[in-house]
């Protein structure tokens, strides 16, 4: 199937930027008297946007982690993200088609990480946490990253993460979920597809996507 519009999450399925992000909330933890994370559970744990994960780790307070948050984030992040391996080619030939960031990440953070990497013009539209009524898993920044687009949801919108999150929010919209990588540190394939939000796509990473792609492309 082809696509008519392609919408990708950002961390962990176009950039790693997690050393970044934990550095910033280990700074909230330590003025909360919270143990650190590694990044390693940080990768594994972070999936909401901070209004939807900040109230469990910080309770009643949790704004003004929200708060102290934001400058310790401004401070590290763009010294931590990088490109995944073979996600510039991938992003080469998806551009035959309308392709977009839709992510859980606070969209201010999300699109000085675009325009830090060059990435402006590889996107019609960036959403993040905040930007949309609702955050990741509801639909909504999917369908307004669409509106910005000039294109309907449907089977014929994918849209790309490495988390059953991802896949809940593109089944939420009535897109296609496509599972980029082994999703091991999300519980991995097959809880996904037991979670009832199975990948109705899988590419084993960037490169086997962008042949994909390319197949479709010049077919």
């Known amino acids: 199937m082809r696509p008519a519009a392609l919408l990708f999450d950002w961390d962990n399925t ?95 953070f999300l699109r000085a990480e675009v325009e830090h990497l060059g990435w402006q013009g590889r996107f019609r539209a960036v959403v993040g946490a905040g930007d949309a009524e609702a955050d990741k898993p509801h639909p909504a920044p999917i369908l307004h990253a669409l509106a910005t687009i000039g294109v309907e949801a449907g089977p014929a919108v994918w849209y790309v993460g490495d988390t059953a999150l ?17 999703a091991a540190h999300d519980g991995g394939i097959t809880l996904m597809q037991e979670s009832g939000s199975p990948p109705g796509l899988y590419f084993a990473d960037a490169l086997a996507l962008a042949t994909y792609l390319g197949g479709l492309q010049h077919g």
């Not at 469990?56 to 010294?79: E, I, N, Q, S």
């Open 166 to 182: 991802d896949m809940q929010t593109a089944h939420a919209a009535g897109c296609t979920a496509v599972l980029l990588g082994d």
């Open 14 to 108: 176009l950039v790693d930027a997690w050393a970044g992000i934990v550095a910033a909330l280990n700074e909230v933890f330590a003025q909360w008297t919270l143990p650190p994370w590694t990044v390693q559970q940080g990768r594994e744990r972070i999936r909401g946007s901070m209004r939807n994960s900040f109230p469990p780790l910080f309770g009643p307070t949790w704004p003004d982690a929200v708060a102290a948050f934001g400058p310790a984030m401004r401070r590290v992040h763009l010294d931590h993200v990088a490109a995944l391996a073979g996600t510039e080619a991938m992003l080469d030939i998806a551009g035959t088609w309308p392709v977009g960031v839709v992510s859980n990440k606070p969209g201010g």
